[in-house]
């Protein structure tokens, strides 16, 4: 980018970032192939007591606009038969406590808040001893956490007075905890010590949300009662659905944060008859599949076991700062789409959420005392080698696709070393013991530089290396790291070309130039004789 535009601009990768702009890339694909279908809705209205009461038909979509269209001419202006009313009660469970992967969650929903917006403002109300640790994936507050004197100290709290002594009078205090643990730290909850200086904005608005939300779970389950009036006209059904609060439970604690809608229904008998005011058809379409926006990308990481608690949020805006995405309703870049591409094709593993998961796993064993780092790391490091053996073969494979009668001539060392036998397997392991020659140690290398068209040097350890001016004194082009001496031998774009450590696909690239350009790799053959 750099030498093509004139401009700077860092591009990464990573066992996590990899998978997760993957799965952004992914849903791009399928928003963007996606086919609408189109299908038809029926809509309807009574008249009971003066007002009007919207039906629900008993097929939420219709597949032609035939079949549409002829359930509104059988039903229009026919009188709709009351078959039965049914009733049902039931409760809704209190929330969990809040994890941190929650609280973003909520925060997002309820604020806009990004998640590593979230991430800062609680940190910043744990260093003021106003919540508990944050980073954390635990649903439970423990029995050892004194609940009664935290909501004790909650009631000298003006916001929460009322609340808090609502609470008190119960004679327990248990948290709905969730199923997920964090053995490191409990679930987010207040500490109970008020504010010693007014909170911004933000900072109250995620500290209200935290107490709420302790509150509620230790309240008790709200409890609703829903009716649902079914009408028929011959083989056509239509619903009125209506639901009372039994108990606001932890919904009167959780307030303005949940909201419960109450539709009584109106005075019914069974087999009453109650003309059809109005009714119509309207077609629609499919949607394809809704864009991540930073929470749900975070649900999704946390799903697939992408990085932890405390860096997931990070990962997310690294891909906004690096150009991959952008908007809150997100959305992929030509630029991630290149990125993706190039992975693809040489690096698929790096994409893949099982290699992040197994690293996970791995890693809480040694936390847990089940395995050992010094193994762990040496798995890691071979599974690395041969990914990384494997980019520099997919280099080398795609300039010699373009020209096949190139041969790469390695020379140095003795043939008893282990790295000579290491890169010797190599060769016969991906097939390239016609397209590269070991040649050793050699002797006289006036006649080797005299059949070769360029250097290539890759080294990285060499002060000021002698082979470059070997090469350069025998008129041929370098293509060499940029480090060390090698800059003030190599003047790039003049003699030959510096390319970053260890970047495979630059020194492909160069070779390329030369290949496709004789004419440049003379020019820069006769530079190198004057340097």
């Not at 077609?283 to 649900?299: D, G």
């Not at 990285?460 to 090469?471: D, G, H, W, Y």
């Amino acid at each position: 980018i750099k030498n093509s535009t004139n401009n700077f601009k860092i591009l990464s990768t990573g066992r996590v970032q990899g998978p997760t702009l993957s799965f952004i890339v992914e849903r791009e694909k399928e928003i963007n192939t996606f086919i609408p279908t189109p299908f038809w809705n029926i809509k309807a209205q009574v008249i009971i007591s003066k007002k009007k009461y919207e039906l629900t038909y008993f097929k939420k979509k219709i597949s032609s606009e035939y079949e549409a269209s002829e359930i509104v001419n059988t039903c229009k202006g026919k009188n709709l038969k009351l078959r039965e009313i049914k009733e049902q009660k039931r409760n809704i469970s209190r929330p969990n406590p809040f994890n941190l992967s929650k609280l973003q969650s909520e925060a997002y929903r309820l604020f806009g808040f990004t998640p590593s917006r979230t991430l800062r403002i609680a940190e910043s109300l744990y260093l003021s001893a106003l919540i508990s640790y944050p980073r954390t994936s635990s649903e439970k507050i423990p029995v050892s956490i004194d609940i009664r004197s935290i909501v004790k100290d909650l009631s000298n709290q003006p916001p929460y007075a009322d609340l808090a002594s609502k609470l008190l009078s119960k004679k327990e205090l248990l948290p709905n905890n969730g199923s997920k643990d964090d053995p490191a730290h409990p679930a987010i909850h207040p500490t109970g010590t008020s504010p010693e200086k007014e909170l911004r904005s933000d900072e109250r608005k995620v500290y209200d949300l935290i107490v709420k939300n302790f509150l509620a779970t230790i309240s008790e389950d709200a409890a609703i009662k829903t009716y649902k009036a079914i009408f028929e006209y011959k083989s056509h059904i239509f619903y009125l659905t209506g639901r009372e609060i039994l108990n606001l439970g932890w919904i009167e604690f959780y307030k303005p944060y949940y909201k419960l809608d109450v539709q009584m229904l109106p005075s019914l008998e069974v087999g009453q008859e109650i003309p059809l005011h109005d009714i119509a058809y309207s077609e629609s379409f499919t949607s394809p599949p809704p864009r991540y926006n930073p929470a749900s990308l975070l649900k999704v990481m946390e799903k697939n076991e992408l990085g932890t608690k405390a860096t997931r949020a990070g990962i997310i805006d690294t891909l906004y700062k690096r150009g991959y995405i952008r908007n809150n309703r997100i959305e992929i870049t030509p630029l991630a789409s290149s990125v993706i591409k190039v992975l693809e094709t040489y690096c698929p593993e790096i994409l893949s959420p099982e290699l992040t998961r197994q690293l996970e796993q791995k890693m809480n064993e040694i936390e847990n005392g089940k395995n050992s780092q010094e193994k762990i790391i040496m798995e890691t490091k071979n599974f690395l080698t041969a990914v990384l053996n494997k980019i520099k073969n997919e280099e080398f494979k795609r300039v010699k696709y373009e020209f096949p009668k190139i041969t790469l001539a390695l020379c140095g060392g003795s043939r008893d070393d282990e790295y000579f036998k290491r890169v010797s397997q190599f060769i016969k392991d991906n097939d390239l013991t016609n397209d590269v020659r070991l040649l050793g140690a050699l002797s006289d290398m006036k006649s080797f530089y005299a059949v070769c068209d360029c250097l290539v040097f890759t080294s990285t350890f060499e002060n000021f290396s002698r082979v470059i001016l070997e090469a350069l004194s025998s008129g041929l082009p370098v293509i060499a790291t940029k480090y060390g001496g090698n800059i003030e031998q190599v003047a790039d774009g003049e003699n030959g070309y510096l390319i970053e450590p260890e970047n495979d696909v630059q020194f492909a690239d160069a070779m390329q130039v030369y290949l496709k350009n004789p004419e440049l790799l003379k020019t820069h053959g006769a530079a190198s004789r004057k340097i």
